[in-house]
């Protein structure tokens, strides 16, 4: 086993994105590095992109569902498949609903962010900071001040640094 | 008599029906909680293992009956959250078991698709649903107990999260529906032009998540320092308008394509009074029987659910005793996707 040192967070990528289509492609470009088991926890305002981006993850993963936003379902559970052939499921997950911490235990939060055999996807990530796993991607979109159309999107990974002995 | 269970969401529901009859239907959030003295010191939602015993009680104390007068039991299997499905699923199975009696499993959707014909008994098939609540917005060919189609759905944003999305970005509070209602009956909805998303699309498919960005564009252009309060009602009475526009053109498009001699809605939305208002002319002018029915029946409910058991029942469905496997998501509703509506 290798040492832990705590955590480390790296800027993989920015993307600037022009159009819904855009951001959709973009998650499409994202997913190709992802695999079962991944978390991957999105932050931004209202109307920036999150479930446009989640869309796009799950046409990589074919996904023949429609993909609608969770906010009031809170959980939605798709069947996707990875490149291999293998199944993957994909939870797609929206706190912006959860006001408390009692609800995570409700609905089954640690359950879904522990499942080893699923692509779990969490929008408003803000509301459960401590709740989601430290191994993670995080994915921002930002909003642009001239151009209603336009999406800034970072992405980082963090995760537990090892270092080699 | 029959007990219905619904714990799909946020609310705990239980009802009691005596043939289609409703006796009674409590939901969690409407129980005042003085009621009990105290005992529950607050029904939250998605509480349901800490309201269910409760809400059974009040529901039996209602109809005036006891279990031992109940001969059947129904309960929401799917589509919904695992958790709360999982609640609603046990407690009902538990009680199948005490008292030996059958239990129908009963899909969400198809609680809400036959509202009208529990709230108007001279409703006539073939009717077009629309269900339209905070988590859906499809349209529905109903054409009999056993048989309907989706005829499409959101393909993003459900129309009651339109409205309380952009409430919010309103500084409107939670929830924003009935807040945009009452505001927007001062306003003119004609003041402000917001997109009507695929409403001239030949499909019937929805999308309202293109709202929030127009909102905060018209936002940003006209009161970048802040709405003044007396804009309110006209932004809200116009962002009504929007929403409304396409779910009532796209209802009656369907009906008159699909020749429904019905036209209901049902969900959470269909309580809005402009959708409520605007629907009912459109249909008369086609000259369609409309329903909605009351918010008992639209919210997430109990009653529709035991309704369905027993229509299942009355065609000799033999219920799946004792084995109650919920569903997060309603593969049942994804084959009638591509079933066959008898389109004239």
């Known amino acids: 086993m290798f040492p832990t040192?705590?955590?480390?967070?790296?800027?993989?990528?920015?993307?600037?994105?022009?159009?819904e289509d855009e951001t959709i492609l973009a998650g499409r470009k994202f997913a190709a590095r992802l695999h079962a088991g991944d978390v991957i926890a999105l932050y931004g305002t209202l109307g920036a992109g999150k479930t446009e981006f989640v869309k796009g993850i799950c046409e990589y993963f074919h996904v023949e569902d429609v993909v609608s936003s969770p906010t009031f379902t809170?959980?939605?559970?798709?069947?996707?498949?990875?490149?291999?052939?293998?199944?993957?499921?994909?939870?797609?997950?929206?706190?912006?609903?959860?006001?408390?911490?009692r609800e995570f235990s409700e609905i089954g939060f640690s359950e879904c962010m522990n499942a080893p055999d699923a692509i779990k996807l969490v929008e408003w990530a803000e509301k459960a900071n401590d709740e989601i796993p430290a191994n993670r991607y995080t994915i921002s979109f930002d909003l642009d001040n001239s151009d209603e159309n336009i999406r800034h999107i970072s992405i980082s990974h963090q995760g537990e640094q090892v270092l080699a002995a | 008599m029959l007990v219905a269970i619904?714990?799909?969401?946020?609310?705990?529901?239980?009802?009691?029906?005596?043939?289609?009859?409703?006796?009674?239907?409590?939901?969690?959030?409407?129980?005042?909680?003085?009621?009990?003295?105290?005992?529950?010191?607050?029904?939250?939602?998605?509480?349901h293992i800490e309201s269910i015993t409760h809400v059974l009680n009040a529901a039996l104390d209602e109809a005036g009956i006891g279990m031992?007068?109940?001969?059947?039991?129904?309960?929401?299997?799917?589509?919904?959250?695992?958790?709360?499905?999982?609640?609603?699923?046990?407690?009902?199975?538990?009680l199948s078991l005490k008292y030996n009696i059958p239990c129908v499993p009963v899909n969400h959707i198809e609680g809400h698709l036959y509202s009208g014909f529990l709230e108007d008994?001279?409703?006539?098939?073939?009717?077009?649903?629309?269900?339209?609540?905070?988590?859906?917005?499809?349209?529905?060919?109903?054409?009999?107990?056993?048989?309907?189609?989706?005829?499409?759905s959101t393909r993003d944003d459900a129309a009651g999260e339109a409205f309380d999305k952009t409430a919010k970005m309103l500084g409107l509070g939670y929830p924003g529906g009935p807040?945009?209602?009452?505001?927007?009956?001062?306003?003119?909805?004609?003041?402000?032009?917001?997109?009507?998303?695929?409403?001239?699309?030949?499909?019937?498919?929805?999308?309202?998540?293109?709202?929030?960005?127009?909102?905060?564009?018209?936002?940003?252009?006209?009161?970048?320092?802040?709405v003044p309060h007396n804009m309110l009602p006209d932004i809200c009475a116009s962002l009504q308008a929007a929403i409304v526009d396409v779910l009532v053109q796209k209802t009656i498009r369907a009906a008159t394509e699909y020749a429904a001699s019905g036209i209901v809605i049902a969900g959470g939305v269909s309580a809005n009074s402009a959708l409520r208002q605007e629907m009912a002319i459109a249909a008369r002018k086609k000259n369609i029987h409309f329903v909605a029915p009351r918010a008992s029946y639209s919210l997430d409910n109990a009653a529709m659910i035991g309704f369905v058991a027993q229509k299942k029942l009355q065609a000799g469905d033999s219920p799946s005793f004792r084995r109650l496997d919920f569903e997060v998501n309603s593969k049942a509703l994804r084959m009638h996707k591509h079933g066959s509506a008898a389109r004239t």
């Not at chain 2, 031992?68 to 538990?94: D, E, R, S």
């Not at chain 2, 349209?139 to 056993?146: A, D, G, H, I, R």
């Not at chain 2, 003041?191 to 018209?218: D, N």
């Open chain 1, 5 to 19: 040192l705590g955590y480390n967070s790296l800027d993989l990528e920015v993307h600037t994105t022009h159009s």
């Open chain 1, 74 to 101: 809170i959980m939605n559970q798709y069947d996707g498949m990875q490149s291999n052939g293998d199944d993957v499921k994909l939870y797609h997950v929206d706190l912006y609903r959860i006001n408390s911490k």
């Open chain 2, 6 to 47: 619904e714990s799909s969401c946020d609310e705990t529901s239980v009802a009691v029906l005596n043939g289609t009859d409703v006796l009674s239907n409590i939901i969690s959030s409407q129980l005042i909680h003085s009621k009990w003295g105290g005992v529950i010191p607050e029904l939250a939602s998605r509480a």
């Open chain 2, 68 to 94: 031992g007068n109940v001969h059947a039991l129904a309960c929401t299997t799917a589509p919904g959250l695992a958790g709360a499905l999982l609640v609603g699923t046990n407690f009902a199975k538990g």
């Open chain 2, 121 to 152: 008994d001279t409703l006539q098939f073939p009717a077009v649903t629309l269900v339209v609540s905070g988590g859906h917005t499809s349209l529905f060919f109903v054409e009999s107990y056993s048989s309907y189609a989706i005829l499409g």
């Open chain 2, 179 to 226: 807040l945009i209602d009452a505001l927007a009956r001062q306003g003119n909805p004609s003041a402000i032009e917001f997109p009507r998303p695929l409403l001239h699309s030949q499909s019937f498919e929805f999308s309202f998540s293109g709202m929030k960005t127009s909102v905060r564009h018209y936002l940003q252009t006209h009161h970048p320092d802040g």
